[in-house]
């Protein structure tokens, strides 16, 4: 891996969270960089969401730093991040059911489009370029997913699995630096569980931060270059799929767990 | 992705199309129907419709607030009292011609919804709700208070001196008219612009919002900024069209009113709809004017109705619809 020309990626180092007295991140520090795939896994309530919520400033940890490419994050607002490119999906569908699917996927967009209020407001020629370019990217995005010919429909009326899809284009759309993805693969069928092993390997690339929270194992030992194992806010173990799969400590606390 | 997941996708309604298509036809028509009014209708029901227009850009004020935002303002009262007077003291006071106020009305309107919004942007739901009562209930002791700006009890008169010659009731309904559209078309064109876009995301998954660049006090300052900047403008508007402003007009009590209106055109900001909340906020007391207290009665009732229907029979019925199709589709 060419990291020197890729940069640092995001790097987390002893990050703490509580919550009144309950400890949901204990010390995590992880490196996240470019060009691999992390997967990061445990049991429920592990603290996976949480640490992704950490990483993009929607929780503000007690103590530790977080930084992108050696750029340190601390204070730095969860809307800033996006603009740093920092993307993600929610482990539960967040989109907007009274937006058509094409608009939820632009909302991905929003941080990196410059057009002001009076664009929004009065029919300027340059709000119209700056509207048809965002449809297009969309579509673009939603095409990577196999779902362009649902741009117009409300996404209030699309099933569950496919929202999740529509998730990731949003996520994907702006072309971020780092993606973190929880639990893409929840409520998939088979068939569309492989099409996004697809859609993922397909949008990896040697410049981009890919982390995937996902409790489908073999999802995560397909497209993972490197596990990290996370037991009641604590990092237990980290390596290859392989390493990961060996090691007894994660057997006990989650594979074999799987395995009852 | 693979044919079975699009089977079980639900595509847009057949009729979901053909159902838009009327809307714009109505919104057109009645366009057009308002177009000749002024010749065709008694001056005394041109001057009715140019208030329901006004109060119509009033309610609209009321709907982007619900729409976007998800919350009630009860204090809009204090936007359009801004707007109003902003063009009644500078016509008066300095003889500056009405576009100017309108601008200025607007604009003040904008920067008290900010104002407002800003040490609120933590606010939401009943708190919210009570900071902007507050923001209602004050108007006519501020007006009161500064009597030599405002001509106190009495108000002031706003003359139609937009076009030297042409009478002034046809000067009101069409700067009513025109007002109205302007903010209607610029509300259809909000809905799909990244503001839009991010207000609608905003209001079902804030966080989701904050995470892709649209904190909750963003969403606030715009939502507010907005709605107070439609409002001003009404309140201009309704200066204008009513050719006088006096603190009576601007009790909590219109706030209460244009929420009744909000409420009878199911919180839309297209034009056939937002046109019929004016209409029936403007037209109710006017019809009733000898029977006192039934109006405020009629609006209560009014207001249970349409909340009841949409909000649990309608759903109902829907739920019971979709059970019996489905149980067909499986049969
Ligand atoms: N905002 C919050 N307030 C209080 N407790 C929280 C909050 N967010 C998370 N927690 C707690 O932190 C712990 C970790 O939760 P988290 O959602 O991060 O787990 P997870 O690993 O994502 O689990 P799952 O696999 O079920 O999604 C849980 O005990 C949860 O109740
Ligand atoms: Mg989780």
Not at chain 1, 15 to 38: D, E, H, M, R
Not at chain 2, 299 to 306: E, K, N, Q, R, S
Request: with cysteine; net charge neutral.
């Amino acid at each position: 891996m060419d990291m020197a020309n890729h940069g640092a990626g995001l790097v987390a180092k002893e990050i703490k969270l509580a919550f009144g007295g309950l400890q949901v991140l204990n010390n995590v520090s992880v490196s996240f960089p470019p060009g691999v795939i992390t997967g990061l896994i445990g049991p429920n309530g592990a603290g996976k969401t949480s640490f992704f919520n950490c990483l993009t400033g929607l929780y503000r940890p007690n103590s530790g730093d977080i930084s992108l490419d050696g750029r340190a994050l601390k204070g730095v607002s969860a809307s800033r991040r996006a603009r740093l490119g920092i993307s993600r999906t929610f482990q539960h569908v967040a989109l907007s059911p009274e937006l058509s699917v094409a608009e939820n996927v632009q909302f991905g967009l929003h941080a990196s489009r410059k057009s002001g209020l009076a664009d929004a407001l009065l029919p300027l020629p340059s709000a119209w370029s700056d509207r048809e370019e965002s449809r297009h990217k969309a579509i673009e995005a939603l095409s990577l997913v196999g779902l362009s010919h649902l741009a117009d429909v409300p996404a209030g009326g699309v099933a569950p699995g496919t929202l999740r899809l529509v998730e990731l284009a949003r996520a994907m759309v702006g072309r971020p630096r780092v993606l973190l993805l929880d639990e893409p693969a929840a409520g998939l069928n088979s068939s569309e569980t492989k099409d996004l092993v697809q859609t993922l390997r397909q949008i990896a690339s040697r410049e981009l931060v890919m982390v995937v929270v996902e409790h489908d194992m073999d999802l995560i030992m397909q497209i993972c270059d490197v596990i990290n194992v996370l037991n009641f806010g604590t990092l237990i173990a980290a390596g290859t799929p392989a390493e990961v799969q060996a090691n007894p400590l994660v057997a006990e606390v989650y594979l074999g767990a799987a395995d009852d | 992705m693979s044919e079975s997941t699009l089977s079980r996708t639900a595509g847009p309604t057949p009729n979901a199309g053909l159902g838009d298509r009327l809307t714009r036809l109505l919104d057109v028509a009645l366009l057009l129907l308002l177009l000749v009014v002024p010749w065709v209708a008694p001056s005394f029901w041109t001057y009715i419709l140019a208030l329901s227009l006004a109060n119509a850009i009033g309610v609209l004020s009321v709907s982007v607030v619900i729409r976007y935002a998800g919350e009630v303002s009860i204090g809009q009262n204090f936007f359009i009292a801004v707007g109003a007077y902003a063009v009644a003291i500078l016509q008066a006071r300095l003889g500056v011609p009405f576009p100017v106020g309108v601008a200025f009305g607007t604009l003040l309107g904008c920067v008290m919804g900010l104002a407002f919004a800003w040490p609120s942007r933590k606010l939401s739901g009943v708190y919210l709700s009570v900071a902007t009562l507050a923001l209602g209930l004050c108007v006519p002791e501020l007006l009161l208070h500064w009597t030599d700006i405002t001509g106190g009890f009495e108000g002031i008169n706003v003359k139609p001196n937009l076009v030297a010659g042409v009478p002034g009731g046809i000067q009101q309904f069409y700067v009513a008219l025109g007002g109205f559209a302007i903010v209607v078309i610029a509300l259809a064109r909000f809905r799909h612009s990244r503001y839009g876009i991010a207000l609608l995301t905003a209001r079902h998954h804030a966080k989701a919002a904050e995470a892709f660049g649209m904190p909750l006090a963003s969403v606030r300052l715009l939502v507010f900024a907005l709605s107070a900047g439609i409002a001003g403008f009404g309140g201009s508007i309704l200066a204008f069209a009513s050719s006088t402003v006096s603190p009576n007009s601007f009790t909590f009590w219109s706030s209460v009113y244009l929420l009744v209106g909000s409420v009878v055109c199911l919180y839309s900001t297209k034009p056939s709809a937002a046109f019929f909340g004016g209409l029936f906020i403007t037209l109710l007391p006017q019809l009733l004017s000898d029977y006192g207290e039934l109006v405020e009665i009629i609006y209560g009732f009014t207001l249970f109705v349409v909340i009841y229907l949409f909000n649990i029979v309608l759903p109902h019925l829907q739920a019971a619809i979709r059970r019996k199709q489905a149980r067909n589709g499986h049969g």
